[in-house]
């Protein structure tokens, strides 16, 4: 699987290079979506992932299938777990230490889509608004 995923990512990479594969977003489309707080699944779908996009529609059935397992994975252990964790040390700090502020900086990655650090924190009770850029706090 670690073979097949390295070759895969190469071949996107060489893609990418020769002009053959065009990534659908561009680093502009997620600094604007995210200034606007528009960061949901509906726009920011499995492709704009960090996690690289192994399954393709040209691969072999048994190719397909190591490509299906392997972004599982790496959706699971990478984006949804990592998400868990951090939200969940959020909000342990936050009742941990009740009467401070925080400020809390994640990387764009882990308020797109779903599972995200936000969802972590709605789902345990907290109201979490977008602070667009420029609003003062």
């Known amino acids: 699987q670690v073979v097949f995923a390295?070759?895969?990512t190469l071949l996107q990479q060489?893609?990418?290079?020769?002009?053959s594969f065009q990534i659908p977003y561009t680093t502009e489309d997620l600094i604007k979506h995210?200034?606007?707080g528009e960061l949901s699944s509906i726009i920011f779908n499995h492709d704009t992932s960090q996690v690289?996009?192994?399954?393709?529609?040209?691969?072999?059935?048994?190719?397909?299938v190591t490509a299906q397992e392997i972004d599982s994975y790496f959706r699971q252990e990478l984006i949804y777990k990592r998400n868990e964790r951090m939200g969940r040390r959020v909000k342990d700090l936050l009742e941990e230490?009740?009467?401070?502020s925080f400020f809390f900086a994640f990387g764009a990655?882990?308020?797109v889509g779903n599972n995200t650090v936000i969802d972590v924190l709605r789902r345990e009770g907290y109201e979490v608004e977008h602070t667009p850029a420029g609003q003062a706090i």
């Open 52 to 64: 690289p996009n192994f399954i393709n529609a040209t691969l072999p059935a048994h190719e397909r």
């Open 97 to 100: 230490h009740p009467e401070k």
């Open 6 to 8: 390295l070759n895969q």
């Open 14 to 19: 060489e893609s990418l290079r020769a002009g």
């Open 34 to 36: 995210y200034n606007c």
């Open 109 to 111: 990655g882990h308020f």
